[in-house]
């Protein structure tokens, strides 16, 4: 190739080399102006558009979790969203409904084309670290923080605030504090980050009491009435002071004994309503919502009364002007209607005769459907025609009531009943009992698989499982379960055990002498699963069975020691609740050397100088008798006691030698009471006789030629005693107990005369004389008010020693009779911790013999007590009571009531039993 050529060539290479890089530069930068985005931040909100999310990111948080808060908000990178639309305004809601922010905001920070990136910013709301009170007593800052919905931490919301402060005012209104008045405060924790102390402010105001009830419009009935009626909202105590001379002008200075003469209790009472009226126990704060109720309680009374179409026009609430409400109230009485005609269709079981009967409502009586209501369905003496129909198995009966005709005052009723078919009790189940075996349960009830169902069988099983005493009896359930289908009914029980068992622990120094006692009572033993370890390990003692295993040791240092057990299986067999009893005692009671200091009371080697043994053995069998009713029982025993004396000197009757009492003891008894431990209703009746064989009809000795050593060898004597008790029930919580006890020792020889043993002993709190009564066998009886040496006093008799002087010993009356008025008010119905109060009237007396009997001639007391229940340790508690005739003892009146209660009154505690 020449050159010329060669230049040719080098000028078309460049040229092409030039050409393709300016078309690569052409390219490029069409490339590059294809890819810059395009950024606007702007929206146009008129058009709506759809993005794609790029990005979220949290602004304004610094405690909560960015990835929780994004998660919560709905939104996501990668979702499509409309702008506007939906999407955005719902995140915010959702936001919001978390309660943590007071602000919650969502902003656009870029848009790239289709792409939107978005920032939450959120103000979070400061946490509350603890409150404060300031204008609430201490009393009553801990019943406000259970009320109050705070807790350390919690994020203090608007919406909490207003439920702390409702509840606050709510608290204070429901205390009378109507114009409370709650305000909130903040102030930052220093000590904790974004954390606020809260302090919340109460102005309680004055308290506001109902000062009068007002009834407008009342001419039939006499309105204090009325107000009775509300049982919530009563009104202030009220005392006219110019009532008396009123009452005089009223009534007429120159006629007034007949005028009193002619007036009805009712009216007068009526009328002193106006003059004076104390609320001694009730308060008179204003409550709505009871207000509310106690109007309708207003009708209700109404009805009663035969106005069925009474009604409130109206009612208002004003503040009277010493600050107080008044409260006014209008009815409208209506028309008063009585019963007429009452005409019974569906009925074949019955005859209208009997149902007529039993309802006992007479034509012409006023018309009261709250009777009526009661005379069919829930008599409490268990009366009404639904009991009689459920008692013959009838478990579906119903019967509906109907005003058939309306004439002036006169309504006539049809009673439409339906009897259905008589059910049948298919299955008894058992829940609840996690200690006690089903068949211990279901031994006790009087519903049988099988049986007809009968509402009284249903009565009596709940009231035998509260006698139990596993259970507390406010728990126990009962649900028949009908199955109208085959015609049965299946029965549930509900029950939940409570602690049973007892434990007696005491001790103490007294008499240079420790003083103690331990015992335990399982009351719910279980003597076949004694060599379960599964049983020991479960339980901690063998339990489930209904037995009862006691056992009891009491000391007084060597001076005297006294152990008791005894077993009972309440149903011998299983098939009957026949009770089978075995007990067994010791006693031992020594007096030592004058030079036996109180440190040698630790040395049982030590021969005391006087010495009194008692031990016995007993053996019991109770049944349940079936006539008269089931409520009888019959227990018959034998008991058999060895006292051994040694040098007994100046202290019985003998003072020396073995001595032996055998005898046969049957008690018969009825109980209508179930709750052992406060019982509210039912009696209890018991006669016992205990009587030894005469031994002196057959061994043909001179009694009057021997000592009393060979006289008492084997005693003989029949002793009888009586005991009845009534609980009646004024309130659900308010009971009389009413009791009485009669106790007579008699003998078949009167060359032997009376028994030194088996005598009876009353006076002070019936716990005191219990060594020298068990050690003797003599029954204490407590008579409060007085000291247990008061009334039974120590026996005067012939010289004993032979030392030509009478000797003056410890032996009890042959008669005793004892009364006891009580009025106890249940305070805690807990089954923990059973608490009730107590009022009582007591007189009793023991005689020496039935020449000085006089059942009137008593020593009477009265005062107050307390008796606190728990399961573990059983009954305790106090009585304070002032003996009326104290005098008769020698006991000189003080000067004025300080002096007169110091001389008079006695305290006196329980500990363990409640004691005869």
């Known amino acids: 190739m020449n050159n010329t050529q060669k230049t040719q060539a080098a000028i078309i290479m460049r040229f092409t080399i030039s050409i393709i890089l300016s078309l690569f530069v052409l390219c490029s930068s069409v490339i590059t102006y294809a890819q810059e985005p395009t950024v606007n931040n702007s929206i146009d909100y008129t058009t709506a558009k759809e993005y794609e999310i790029g990005g979220i990111e949290i602004k304004g948080t610094q405690y909560l979790d960015e990835k929780v808060l994004i998660s919560l908000s709905g939104l996501a990178v990668g979702d499509k969203i409309q702008i506007p639309g939906e999407q955005i305004p719902e995140a915010i809601k959702t936001l919001w409904k978390q309660g943590l922010f007071e602000d919650v905001q969502i902003y656009a920070s870029k848009i790239i084309n289709d792409i939107i ?20 007593r201490n009393s009553e800052i801990e019943e406000l923080r259970d009320a109050l919905p705070l807790l350390a931490g919690r994020i203090l919301d608007a919406n909490t605030k207003s439920k702390v402060t409702n509840i606050t005012k709510n608290f204070y209104v429901n205390k009378g504090f109507l114009n409370t008045k709650v305000a909130l405060s903040e102030k930052r924790d220093s000590l904790r980050a974004n954390s606020v102390i809260l302090f919340i402010n109460v102005d309680r105001g004055r308290k506001i009491k109902i000062n009068d009830i007002v009834f407008e419009g009342v ?37 007034i004994i007949s005028t009193l003469a002619n007036v009805s209790i009712s009216d007068a009472l009526n009328y002193f309503d106006d003059k004076v009226r104390l609320k001694i126990f009730s308060s008179s704060k204003f409550i709505k919502d009871d207000y509310e109720d106690d109007k309708k309680r207003v009708i209700e009374y109404y009805n009663t009364q035969g106005y069925r179409d009474a009604r409130i026009v109206k009612d208002s609430i004003y503040t009277a002007d010493n600050g107080h409400l008044n409260v006014h109230i209008m009815v409208d009485e209506g028309q008063r209607y009585h019963f007429g005609k009452i005409d019974w269709v569906g009925n074949t079981k019955h005859d209208d005769a009997t149902l007529s009967k039993i309802l006992g409502i007479e034509k012409g009586e006023v018309y009261n459907t709250q009777l009526l209501e009661q005379r069919l369905f829930g008599d409490p003496t268990g009366t009404d025609v639904s009991s009689l129909y459920m008692d013959d198995g009838y478990l579906f009966f119903n019967v509906q009531p109907i005003e058939a005709k309306v004439e002036n005052d006169t309504i006539n009723l049809e009673m439409r009943v339906y009897e259905g078919p008589e059910a049948t009790i298919n299955n008894i189940i058992v829940e609840g009992n996690d200690k006690t075996n089903e068949h211990v349960i279901r031994r006790a009830l009087f519903t049988k698989p099988g049986n007809k169902f009968r509402r009284s069988d249903i009565i009596r099983s709940q009231q035998e499982l509260v006698a139990l005493n596993y259970f507390n009896p406010q728990s126990i359930g009962i649900q028949p379960i009908p199955n109208p289908a085959d015609g049965t009914v299946d029965i549930k029980y509900t029950v939940e055990e409570r602690p049973s068992d007892q434990l007696e622990l005491s001790a103490g120094w007294g008499g240079r002498s420790i003083v103690g006692s331990l015992g335990v ?34 000391a007084t240092g060597p001076r005297f020691q006294a152990l008791n057990a005894s077993f009972t299986e309440p149903w011998l067999g299983g098939k009957r609740p026949n009770a089978l009893t075995v007990a067994v005692t010791r006693a031992r009671q020594a007096v030592y050397p004058s030079d036996f200091t ?7 080697s030590v021969e005391p100088t006087n010495l009194l043994i008692n031990n016995a053995v007993s053996v019991s069998l109770g049944r349940r008798l079936r006539w008269p009713d089931d409520n009888f029982t019959l227990v018959n025993g034998i008991r058999l006691s060895h006292f051994k004396l040694n040098n007994w000197v100046d202290r019985f009757i003998v003072t020396d030698g073995n001595y032996y009492n055998l005898s046969l003891n049957t008690t018969l008894s009825r109980s209508t009471v179930f709750n052992p431990i406060f019982p509210n209703s039912g009696s209890t009746f018991s006669l016992s006789l205990e009587l030894t064989p005469p031994y002196s009809a057959f061994n043909n000795k001179d009694y009057n030629q021997l000592s009393n050593n060979d006289k008492y060898k084997w005693t003989e004597y029949h002793k009888w005693k009586f005991r009845a008790e009534w609980f009646t029930p004024i309130t659900e919580k308010l009971v009389i107990r009413t009791a009485a006890k009669i106790g007579v020792l008699g003998h078949y020889n009167t060359q032997i005369g009376t028994a030194p043993f088996e005598r009876f002993w009353i006076g002070g709190d019936g716990l005191s004389n219990q060594i020298n009564g068990f050690l003797a066998g003599t029954d204490i009886f407590a008579l409060r008010g007085y000291d247990e040496n008061e009334i039974t006093r120590n026996t005067v008799v012939e ?16 008669f005793m009779n004892k009364f006891t008025m009580e009025l106890r008010y249940l305070l805690s119905p807990s089954p923990t911790t059973t608490i009730y109060a107590l009022a009582f009237l007591e007189a009793g007396n023991s005689w020496n013999s039935l020449n000085q009997y006089n059942p009137f001639d008593l020593y009477r007391s009265a005062g107050l007590g307390l008796r606190i229940y728990l399961p573990m340790f059983g009954l305790m508690g106090f009585d304070w009571g002032i003996g009326f005739d104290r005098d008769k003892r020698g006991f000189t009146r003080g000067e004025g009531i300080g002096n007169y209660l110091s001389s008079f009154a006695e305290f006196h505690f329980i500990l363990g039993f409640e004691p005869e």
Do not use: C
């Open 219 to 255: 001419e039939n009935v006499y309105p204090r009435k009325l107000r009775k009626s509300m049982e919530n909202t009563k009104s202030k105590s009220k005392i006219d002071r110019k009532s008396p001379k009123k009452v005089w002008k009223d009534l007429g200075k120159s006629n």
């Open 117 to 136: 990136f978005l920032e939450i910013h959120l103000k979070e709301l400061p946490r509350m670290s603890k409150y404060r009170f300031s204008g609430v």
């Open 598 to 604: 109180s440190l040698d009371f630790f040395d049982f």
């Open 521 to 554: 009572t399982f009351n719910n033993f279980s003597i076949k699963n004694m060599l379960s370890r599964e049983a020991w390990r479960k339980r901690g003692i063998p339990a489930g069975d209904g037995q009862r295993l006691s056992v009891r040791f009491q």
């Open 799 to 814: 010289d004993i020693n032979k030392d030509g002087i009478d000797d003056v010993i410890r032996l009890g009356d042959p």
